[in-house]
Nanobody, 127 residues
């Protein structure tokens, strides 16, 4: 069992930056695939960053590539999402998610593949 707690959300002006954190409890954090999803009002939840258990080659969709950076610190059981050059369209609730890697050194792309979710943190970008 893994519990995830996000923090770091808030209100920021367009062009600004925020850093989200996701602290995980439970054992074997280093063996989990981790991801950040977001959900804007009236829209489906979408993947914005994913990282394998090894931390290599994080994935980003085109909508955030070059602006968002995901990292993990296995010693602290924490993943981070550094968000720069924020745009109003980045406004959403951001969720941290985890799934057992099961010897797979990649990430999962579908929401249904993640077993554990945080409660979400609101990010609002004003224009």
């Amino acid at each position: 069992q893994v519990q995830l707690v996000e923090s770091g959300g808030g209100l920021v002006q367009a062009g600004g930056s925020l850093r989200l954190s996701c602290a995980a409890s439970g054992r074997s954090f280093s063996s989990y695939v981790m991801a950040w999803f977001r959900q804007a009002p009236g829209k489906e939840r979408e993947l914005v960053a994913g990282i394998s258990w090894s931390g290599r080659n994080p994935y980003y969709p085109d909508s955030v590539k070059g602006r968002f950076t995901m990292s993990r610190d296995n010693a602290k059981n924490t993943v981070y999402l550094q968000m720069n050059s924020l745009k109003p369209e980045d406004t959403a609730v951001y969720y941290c998610a985890a799934a057992p890697a099961l010897f797979y050194n990649g990430i999962y792309f579908r929401e249904a593949e993640y077993d554990y979710w945080g409660q979400g943190t609101q990010v609002t970008v004003s224009s």
